[in-house]
């Protein structure tokens, strides 16, 4: 006797009736319909403790006859799809795993397998320790393992290179073929193990899920619904418990370069069309002899990220700026590495959009030369940019409200802003990169931020552009 069924923590029954049952869990009450008498008797004795599956057959099949077995499995699985019922593996009295449903997709059922057949670890599959519990989780899985002993882990272990039932059964011979095979049983039928082919080829070494690393997988299905059970959106967790950042990123000291005022009517003056400017967005890697200025790069950071409002909410300051961003957070930040600009020396400044000044963080060292060098190679070396501007995130202006979505949020708030940066050096006649990608790590070496705090989340090119353009 290895496998039983229970409801999830903090479920119950109330409202029982003959023909109708109210679950009610931890985030709200729903209402089953009862077909028979069989299907209540295993309800109410779920409600008050666990059943095999044995004791499930029997139990129905006593108070409802032949046909309420096929309907207590119905209703079960229903049950297990609204995740409120979870399977437990037991052996000598103590639980070795629980599976856990997370999404409408799951079934109760499991698939058959044979003692004989090789079966071998997902590659998206992964162990991690949450809350004193050991988890198992794959975001090609609508479940979830907690490993509750030594037997399930060690098997799992063992999983690494195709493996069967019996061959399992030989190197642990102090457990029970019946429990190794129900363990792999339910391994298998949450797609955290696959079976292997004679050519070791599985389903994941071929299309389309030969397409997805783990970590782009990954981070797809835990920040949408579907495959996860945490909780999503804006939960404001950290509320009460930690002060919200502010809106505006404390400065210390007096600003470096201070931008001249915008003449709202040299922006007006500017009559192109924004279809046109549209249309002529693209990518100019190769920057001209001709330095960008100051006044140019005020310009263009005035337009694209400067700071309109800030104003008080219950839950903390927000902001406005031309770009959008998911409950006004704004946590993105513009740090602003000059290479070549006029009457701006060379060194690493933050941007400030309240101020509209640029604040003098870090003097050219080696970290801020390898920046520009990681940039230079990544456009492949058409010409030294004349300012590399790295944008970054104060991870915390969104977490604190956002659970599940925070750093998706992020790189959405950075796909609007790399649009506005394009959008508006079009428009001034400038030369915009997006980069494909940079380093975290030498970000924070060259300007002493944090990582954890602040992080750099994309590299992006600006200068002038040559007579001839190659984009």
């Known amino acids: 006797m290895y496998q039983f069924l229970s409801l ?26 009862v077909a028979d008498s069989g299907v209540l008797a295993v309800l109410t004795r779920l409600n008050t403790g666990q059943l095999s599956e044995q004791e499930v057959m029997h139990l129905a099949l006593l108070e409802g006859g032949f046909t309420s077995i096929t309907n207590t499995l119905s209703c079960l699985n229903l049950l297990y799809k609204k995740k409120v019922l979870l399977r437990r593996l037991w052996h000598n009295n103590s639980p070795i795993l629980t599976i856990f449903p997370l999404a409408s997709a ?44 030594w037997p399930a882990v060690a098997l799992w272990s063992e999983l690494r290179s195709p493996t069967s039932v019996k061959t399992l059964a030989l190197s642990f011979p102090d457990l029970p073929i019946q429990l190794i095979r129900a363990i792999i ?12 082919s004679p050519s070791c080829e ?19 299905a835990r920040s949408r619904l579907g495959r996860h059970s945490n909780p999503y959106g804006g939960t404001y967790r950290f509320r009460n418990k930690i002060e919200p950042l502010p809106a505006a990123k404390p400065q210390l000291g007096l ?7 915008i003449d709202r009517s040299q922006i007006d003056s500017q009559n192109i069309p924004f279809i046109r400017v549209l249309d002529n967005r693209k990518s100019i890697r190769n920057h001209g002899d001709e330095v960008l ?6 310009m263009f950071l005035f337009l694209t990220a400067r700071t309109k409002e800030i104003f008080d909410t219950p839950y903390g300051q927000l902001s ?9 957070s704004y946590e993105l930040e513009i740090y602003v590495l000059v290479n070549r600009c006029t009457s701006i020396p060379k060194a690493l400044y933050h941007y400030c959009p309240l101020k509209h000044a640029l604040f003098r963080v870090a003097d050219q060292n080696e970290y801020t030369h390898a920046l520009l060098e990681s940039a230079w190679h990544t456009v492949q070396r058409e010409s030294r940019p004349h300012v590399l501007l790295i944008i970054t995130s104060r991870i915390g202006r969104v977490s604190w409200k956002y659970q599940s979505i925070a750093y998706s949020l992020i790189l959405k708030h950075v796909g609007v802003l790399v649009q506005t940066m394009y959008l508006v050096a079009t428009q001034l006649g400038l ?23 602040e992080t750099s989340v994309c590299e992006f090119i600006l200068g002038k552009p040559t007579p001839s353009i190659d984009s």
Do not use: M
Not at 106 to 127: G, K, M, N
Not at 255 to 261: A, G, H, R, V
Not at 293 to 298: F, M, R, Y
Not at 320 to 328: D, H, I, K, L, V
């Open 255 to 261: 600003p470096t370069i201070l931008f001249d005022k």
């Open 431 to 453: 030369a915009p990169c997006a980069l494909g990608g940079g380093d975290s790590d030498l970000f924070s070496l060259a300007s002493g931020i944090n990582y954890y705090e």
């Open 106 to 149: 799951c079934t109760l059922s499991v698939v058959e397998i044979q003692e004989d057949d090789d079966f071998v670890s997902s590659r998206f599959a992964y162990c991690r320790h949450d809350q004193n519990t050991t988890l198992l989780e794959s975001p090609t899985s609508h479940e979830s393992i907690i490993f509750h002993s």
């Open 8 to 33: 999830v923590d903090g479920t119950s029954l109330e409202n029982i009736k003959p023909d109708s049952v109210t679950f009610v869990t931890p985030s709200g009450k729903f209402d089953v319909v």
């Open 185 to 196: 049983t339910n391994l298998f039928s949450a797609n955290f193990i696959l079976r292997s």
């Open 293 to 298: 200025s100051k006044e140019e790069l005020g």
């Open 320 to 328: 406005r700026r031309p770009y959008p961003s998911g409950g006004a």
């Open 202 to 220: 599985t389903l994941e070494e071929t299309p389309p899920l030969c397409l997805w690393e783990f970590h782009d997988l990954l981070f797809h």
